[in-house]
């Protein structure tokens, strides 16, 4: 089976601290995503990652940005977390192909004060 | 422009009641449409993957077909259990499409 963790399901910051979310997958999927969902506006993707050290911006990066230094990890990095990034964080992963099925994480419900 | 509409947005059933969900699309070059479950505060689940017209996939009361321009998934039967949020995507050569679901609702 195939298998995405997220490093919190449940986070609270502050306005303008520095905010990391972690993904791992366990299948050696080449490609990595994450999306926020809020109610209303389905999935919106924000970045994607296609191989080790590569990305590539979604729909909605402003505000964000990645890390992946290994394939098996992906990191969202929030620079100066604002009350407008409160959401439902989700990280993906997927074999190869960008339009292979992507498998979900449990989901990080992240709250910004 | 491309796109993915679901409906209903909302559907409220009687155990045992069967229905329809939709899942209309309108894109360039479909690689294939992908059926999800989405229980509050998780993530989605993946149920199907369809690539071709005229496919169908079957998983316990879940039948999900697929035509050129839409994608249904039959519940036969619901049990409340079945209760949850469904989410289709489309994916193109470049991208990857999601609707904004249809939550169901199985009233014992």
């Known amino acids: 089976d195939v298998k995405v963790t997220q490093s919190s399901r449940y986070l609270v910051k502050r306005t303008g601290e520095k905010v990391f979310l972690e993904c791992v997958q366990d299948m050696d999927h080449e490609n990595m995503f994450w999306y926020r969902q809020d109610p209303g506006l389905g999935l919106r993707l924000i970045y994607f990652s296609y191989d080790v050290k590569m990305k590539e911006k979604g729909d909605i990066p402003e505000g964000y940005s990645v890390s992946r230094e290994k394939k098996e990890r992906f990191s969202l990095i929030l620079e100066s977390a604002s009350t407008n990034q409160t959401s439902m964080y989700l990280c993906?992963?997927?074999?190869?192909?960008?339009?292979?099925?992507?498998?979900f994480g449990p989901g990080t419900r992240l709250t910004v004060l | 422009e491309d796109q993915v509409t679901q409906s209903p947005e909302a559907l409220r059933l009687q155990e045992g009641e069967s229905s329809s969900l939709n899942c209309s699309y309108t894109v360039s070059g479909l690689r294939g449409l992908f059926w999800y479950r989405q229980d509050p505060g998780k993530g989605p689940e993946f149920l199907f993957t369809?690539?071709?017209a005229g496919e169908e996939k079957e998983k316990e009361r879940l039948k999900a077909t697929l035509t050129k321009k839409e994608s249904f998934l039959h519940i036969t039967a619901p049990k409340p259990e079945d209760s949850a949020t469904y989410l289709c995507a489309v994916g193109t050569g470049n991208q990857f499409y999601f609707g904004t679901g249809t939550s169901l609702t199985v009233i014992p």
């Open positions: 369809l690539y071709s």
């Open positions: 993906a992963s997927s074999l190869s192909g960008l339009t292979d099925t992507q498998y």
